[in-house]
């Protein structure tokens, strides 16, 4: 019956009848019930990400054309399943958007995204995305709930490992490629997904680095640091955003006209369609701005959100809401509208079932293809930080102790929003020197540590299987569920005794490589002083051990540099490389200027900055004016010669500061970056353009605008190793 309805609504179309017109067609047909329906999305039996708020049966609600969308429905086949359900016996038909995280890859899993961001690599992220759409569009997804592009500074935050570091312009720039990954250029193609905005906004600020906590802040500081990575994703067509658990400045997200509706939709023009994070509308009773679901309803329709995950209260609430007069019958039917959108130009109301293939699902997931780009993005992300004359290793060493609780620990190396990856797929570092080194290689290893609690009893086997080798590999760091949504710490540093092992393996003077496997950046300054060599590698994903032994051995020069400063200790987060000066800016033998009294104000390892197998050179940077009108662009020229003997990649990156300003400006803005290649004695000349739009910032009277007056331009390496030029901006 249900089947016959949707036929005969197709069939009432023309070919040429756009999709709005298809909309409205659907919905003249649609019941009040229907409608709202259509805005409650449920969570299935597969995994649960987040609290469950009822615990009833979906399937009898999609027949009664209660459910609009699904999440955590997996697989080509049950997919298929349930969207037959929608297709086939509800009233009209209309069918479901599976909605699911897919946040670093499906089955195939890469790098945490803070690691895939240190790559610099804009292809590279793009490309990675777009494999994970792949897979997940072959197992029946439509819609990932990703990117995250929350901007953050403080390292305790567990979901620090989900987004692209602390400088809006770079966050920016991979929300874009993201994006562009999952979305491609055609929905109504069966490999590519809605990409979501995630989360809208202000969630990275969070107090104390404590998920789902307070956060309050200027509306210059939102403007400027939070908001632009949302307003790329508008920019760059994104479909859906998602509204963030967090209240800024007293007010839930979910819950803000003035955010959601005022600023999304009508004065940046959104026109997808906005879900709530899990089950944050309800969640507006115990932020205590609303009495119950029926205010609560109130507040998220009124404010703009779209559809309510896993909250129950749209479904219970909205029609009598609507009796009352406290929502209006257009409100609903707009949010409708712009979800049946998605679902017209998905091609669902074409096919429901072309996301639903076994044989595509069986032939694309975890292809040789997908594992062979997972590898390399691994080693893309990786980032040395520190080598006295260690790295790389020689692939003739006779006997190489493999030290640590991450070198066979085959579940961590995906890490945490992993979707559907399996340890059973994953490549760790034993593995991997295998692989790489066969059997001439004798690898000792030794555990040494666990990652929780205070016992030392692994040490013994440890510092004997080093003592007896010519070189030391220590793989330490997190658990995957060290970092993570709900998984904050306070203590930043390697945790259990993982510190004191390294520490003792450094003591038996041998060639020794730590390399860290974790989600968020780590204080470690001890280890810092004491190893020769460091490599951060993230939590690494599927091919993470073979990525590691091609970094480790030289067959893949490290390029990586970091998007989120490693600080000394955790009393200096949040930190970040674009800070203010202050009016009493440090000054070592001054005693009433800021900084500690304990420890430098600098981070341990600064934004921008990592090694390489090879050195680069920097000329000062040469512009082609020393001054600029407002209509006019400025070159900023460099010259990059590889000083080495290897052939390397670098990042060269451009940073801005405004020397004055009708309101306190950084003393650094990111405003530019090239990856290059150099053969060894190579240089080449790297040219960066600068405008006025990119010395515009929120003035005192929090207008837009670039103002007249004196910049510094810097080049380098990273944050901290540059150089600098002058030029003005003249007034209009």
């Known amino acids: ?57 979906y399937q009898d609600q999609i027949r009664q054309g209660m459910v609009g969308s699904m999440l955590n429905v997996n ?8 969207q037959k359900i929608a297709v086939e016996e509800s009233r009209l038909g209309i069918p479901l958007i599976f909605g699911y995280d897919v946040i670093h890859g499906y089955k195939t899993i890469f790098p945490v995204p803070l690691g895939e961001s240190a790559s610099w690599d804009l292809e590279a992220i793009e490309k990675a995305s777009r494999i994970a759409a792949r897979e997940a569009t072959a197992a029946g997804q439509h819609w990932t709930f990703a990117p995250m592009m929350d901007i953050s500074r403080d390292a305790r935050w567990g979901r620090v490992m989900e987004g692209a570091g602390e400088d809006p312009f770079y966050g920016s720039m991979v929300a874009r490629a993201r994006i562009r990954g999952f979305q491609g250029e055609d929905f109504s193609k069966d490999h590519t997904m809605l990409a979501c905005a995630k989360h809208f906004v202000g969630y990275g600020a ?62 940046w023009g959104f ?21 119950d679901k029926y205010e609560a309803g109130e507040l998220a329709m009124n404010a703009g959100i779209d559809m309510d995950m896993e909250g129950h209260v749209y479904i219970q609430e909205l029609k009598n809401l609507l009796e009352d007069g406290r929502i209006s019958e257009e409100q609903i039917d707009d949010a409708v509208r712009r979800i049946l959108t998605k679902k017209f130009e998905l091609g669902l109301f074409d096919d429901p079932y072309r996301y639903c293939n076994v044989e595509r699902e069986e032939r694309v997931i975890l292809s040789k293809e997908h594992r062979a780009f997972a590898r390399k993005a691994a080693a893309k992300s990786m980032v040395l930080l520190k080598n006295d004359k260690v790295l790389p290793l020689s692939k003739n060493l006779d006997d190489i102790a493999l030290i640590g609780p991450l070198v066979q620990a085959d579940q961590e190396y995906i890490g945490t929003w992993s979707a559907r990856g399996e340890s059973k797929h994953v490549v760790n570092v034993m593995e991997g020197f295998r692989n790489k080194l066969g059997e001439g290689v004798n690898l000792h290893y030794a555990k040494g540590a666990s990652f929780t609690g205070g016992d030392k009893e692994g040490f013994e086997k440890a510092l004997e299987a080093a003592s007896n080798a010519d070189a030391i590999v220590a793989v330490v760091g997190e658990s995957a569920m060290m970092s993570g949504e709900a998984l904050s710490r306070m203590d930043i540093g390697l945790p259990g ?111 921008g900055y990592g090694l390489s197998y090879t050195s680069f050179e920097y000329s000062q940077p040469v512009l082609n004016s020393q001054q600029m009108n407002f209509n006019e662009t400025l070159r900023v020229q460099v010259d990059v010669e590889n000083t080495g003997e290897r052939a390397g990649e670098e990042v060269v990156q451009m940073y801005v ?76």
């Open 271 to 291: 026109d997808g369609f906005i879900v709530s994070d899990w089950g944050s509308i309800q969640e507006m009773m115990p932020h205590g701005v609303a009495a």
């Open 657 to 732: 500061r405004d020397l004055v300003g009708s309101v306190t400006r950084p003393v650094k803005e990111l405003k530019g970056f090239k990856k290059i290649s150099l053969e060894p004695g190579e240089k080449k000349t790297v040219i960066f353009e600068l405008r006025a739009d990119d010395l515009a910032f929120y003035t005192r009277d929090m207008e837009y605008k670039a103002e007249p007056g004196e910049f510094k331009v810097f080049t380098g390496s990273s944050s901290e190793d540059v150089q600098s030029a002058r030029f003005k901006l003249l007034a209009q």
């Open 1 to 57: 019956m249900a089947m016959l309805a949707t036929t005969q609504v197709m069939a009432q179309q023309s070919v040429g009848e756009d999709i709005p017109q298809k909309v409205d067609s659907v919905m003249s047909r649609m019941t009040l019930e229907e409608k709202i329906g259509q805005l409650n999305q449920l969570t299935g039996d597969g995994e649960v990400t987040g609290p469950v708020t009822l615990n009833n049966s």
């Open 206 to 267: 969070a107090r104390g680095g404590r998920d789902y906590n307070t956060v309050d802040m200027s509306m210059r500081r939102l403007h400027e640091t939070f908001l632009p990575p949302f307003k790329a994703a508008i920019d760059e067509g994104v479909a859906t955003f998602m509204s963030s658990f967090n209240e800024l400045n007293g007010v839930p997200v979910t819950g803000s006209r003035e955010l959601v509706r005022g600023l999304l939709k009508d004065q």
């Open 75 to 82: 697989g080509a086949e049950y997919t298929r399943k349930i």
């Open 497 to 607: 005794v993982q510190k004191e092992l390294v520490l003792e393996l450094a003591r038996l003077n041998k060639p020794l490589v730590v390399v860290l496997m974790n989600g968020r950046p780590l204080a470690i300054p001890e280890v810092d002083q004491a190893a020769p060599a460091i490599l951060e590698a993230w939590l690494p994903g599927t091919e993470g051990g073979n990525a590691i032994a091609d970094v480790v051995f030289g067959d893949y020069n490290p390029s990586g540099k970091l998007t989120a400063s490693f600080p000394h200790a955790v009393g200096q987060v949040p930190v970040q490389y674009e800070h203010k000066n202050t009016g009493r800016p440090k000054v070592e033998s001054q005693r009433y200027t800021s900084k500690y009294i304990d420890g430098p104000n600098k981070p341990l390892y600064p934004f």
